[in-house]
């Protein structure tokens, strides 16, 4: 168990428990707008929501979140910080015996298995968005780079976003029956909560150290910025 782990008082007892601020602005913000962006993205592509123009926004979109989410994994408040959530083998292994075998206190943030979903997440959302800026159905759809590599380039990165698609929804089912069987099995009823208050029941002030989000605005307008001359650029061929 890290340092930052509070075991809830056993028998359910929360007479002890007080709201303390677990996780920042900028980290919430992310999760709950990938969701409703990958959620877009479906529709705009398997439903025929909007036009395709708009799936690429919400790509675009994507990928800066994804970016600014990675940086802030880096100088974000400590609970966003992979340096406080993501363990090697050994901490995993540690964990899976203490949720198997005798109760676990709970984690402040993300839980070790949660961290690989969390690394998993972020790295499909990466490679789906990447892949698109070269996809192509060689008909009406052309993403913004597809001029710029060759067409087996092209074919290759279309076939990996549709298949990385498949394996983004299938971590997707995998991490809401994750918190599913936290919340009705384990009764971690904070988990959801906190995702979207930011506050967590806890027996002692973990004292975090937070982050403003202005550095996240900062972080993002850089991104959207760089993204946006990457995508000009590859416009441009179109236009001779």
Same mark, same amino acid.
């Given at each position: 168990?890290?340092?930052?782990? %509070?075991?809830?008082?056993?028998?359910?007892?929360?007479?002890?428990?007080?709201?303390?601020?677990?996780?920042?602005?900028?980290?919430?913000?992310?999760?709950?707008?990938?969701? !409703?962006?990958?959620?877009?993205?479906?529709?705009? +592509?398997?439903?025929?929501?909007?036009?395709? %123009?708009?799936?690429?926004?919400?790509?675009?979109? &994507?990928?800066?979140?994804?970016?600014?989410?990675?940086?802030?994994?880096?100088?974000?408040?400590?609970?966003?910080?992979?340096? %406080?959530?993501?363990?090697?083998?050994?901490?995993?292994?540690?964990?899976?015996?203490?949720?198997?075998?005798?109760?676990?206190?709970?984690?402040?943030?993300?839980?070790?298995?949660?961290?690989?979903?969390?690394?998993?997440?972020?790295?499909?959302?990466?490679? %789906?968005?990447?892949?698109? !800026?070269?996809?192509?159905?060689?008909?009406?759809?052309?993403?913004?780079?597809?001029?710029?590599?060759?067409?087996?380039?092209?074919?290759?990165?279309?076939?990996?976003?549709? &298949?990385?698609?498949?394996?983004? !929804?299938?971590? &997707?089912?995998?991490?809401?029956?994750?918190?599913?069987?936290?919340? !009705?099995?384990?009764?971690?009823?904070?988990?959801?909560?906190?995702?979207?208050?930011?506050?967590?029941?806890?027996?002692?002030?973990?004292?975090?150290?937070?982050?403003?989000?202005?550095? +996240?605005?900062?972080?993002?307008? +850089?991104?959207?910025?760089?993204?946006?001359?990457?995508?000009?650029?590859?416009?441009?061929?179109?236009?001779?």
């Amino acid at each position: 168990m890290n340092e930052c782990d %509070q075991p809830e008082p056993p028998g359910g007892d929360t007479t002890s428990l007080k709201r303390y601020r677990v996780w920042d602005l900028t980290t919430r913000m992310i999760h709950w707008a990938l969701v !409703l962006l990958v959620l877009l993205q479906y529709a705009t +592509a398997e439903w025929g929501w909007l036009s395709m %123009q708009w799936h690429f926004y919400f790509g675009y979109a &994507i990928l800066v979140l994804v970016g600014v989410r990675v940086l802030w994994g880096f100088v974000g408040s400590d609970s966003s910080r992979f340096s %406080q959530f993501v363990h090697g083998p050994r901490g995993i292994a540690a964990y899976m015996r203490g949720t198997l075998w005798r109760k676990f206190g709970h984690p402040l943030g993300h839980n070790p298995l949660g961290a690989l979903s969390v690394l998993a997440l972020l790295a499909l959302l990466l490679i %789906q968005g990447v892949s698109g !800026l070269f996809a192509s159905d060689a008909i009406t759809v052309f993403g913004p780079l597809s001029g710029r590599v060759s067409d087996a380039t092209v074919r290759l990165m279309t076939r990996i976003h549709e &298949i990385n698609q498949n394996i983004l !929804l299938a971590f &997707i089912g995998l991490h809401i029956a994750a918190v599913l069987l936290h919340v !009705l099995v384990r009764r971690e009823n904070n988990l959801v909560v906190a995702m979207i208050t930011g506050w967590k029941r806890l027996r002692h002030d973990p004292g975090l150290r937070f982050v403003s989000i202005g550095g +996240a605005l900062l972080l993002a307008a +850089a991104l959207a910025f760089l993204l946006w001359a990457v995508v000009r650029w590859g416009q441009a061929v179109s236009a001779y």
